[in-house]
């Protein structure tokens, strides 16, 4: 025969487990500090997607021409522009040395024996750039190292002949 205590016992067990999974509502998340995100830092002259490359600090513009000078070889030192449509490379290094421009001029030209195909391209490309710095124009009557074709490197020799040349022309400034 059931007891009364035998027929209230599943059921008082029932009501105690459903009471305790419903329970009482989780308590909300403690709110958390709002974070502001490091202002962004802006160099001067530099695009916004290179200025992820430089180092931390240069000690004068001999500094900053023997870093990029350094990275010229480096195929990873490249950025994109033109957006998703027109895609092209910015080679960072030979960019910058063009801005640069004559306090970078004999550091390229000692590069320009480099037997690296890539690299020669980008001292010859940056080469041309920083010979058109507006002092040195001035002072060579608007004589810079004007290539034909660029970031070739099939077009590496007559590119180079050109330089050599603008260089004899010119080389003597720089001893």
């Avoid at 931390?56 to 490249?78: M, N, T």
């Avoid at 522009?81 to 960072?92: C, K, T």
């Avoid at 001029?105 to 980008?122: C, G, K, N, Q, V």
Wanted: charged share 20%.
């Amino acid at each position: 025969m059931w007891s009364r205590v035998s027929v209230r016992l599943p059921l008082g067990l029932s009501v105690l487990l459903l009471g305790g999974c419903a329970g009482s509502p989780p308590a909300p998340p403690a709110p958390q500090p709002e974070v502001t995100p490091p202002p962004e830092v802006v160099v001067p002259g530099v695009g916004r997607e290179e200025q992820y490359w430089l180092p931390p600090l240069f000690h004068g513009v001999e500094d900053e021409v023997h870093y990029y000078i350094s990275r010229l070889p480096d195929r990873r030192f490249v950025t994109s522009y033109g957006g998703e449509e027109h895609p092209r490379p910015w080679y960072i290094a030979a960019e910058r040395l063009g801005q640069i421009g004559e306090p970078a001029i004999p550091a390229l030209a000692s590069r320009l024996d480099t037997p690296d195909e890539y690299e020669l391209m980008l001292v010859l490309y940056a080469l041309m750039l920083a010979s058109q710095d507006p002092a040195l124009m001035a002072a060579t009557g608007g004589d810079y190292v004007a290539l034909g074709s660029v970031l070739d490197p099939h077009d590496n020799a007559k590119n180079l002949a050109l330089a050599q040349a603008w260089w004899q022309r010119h080389g003597w400034r720089w001893q």
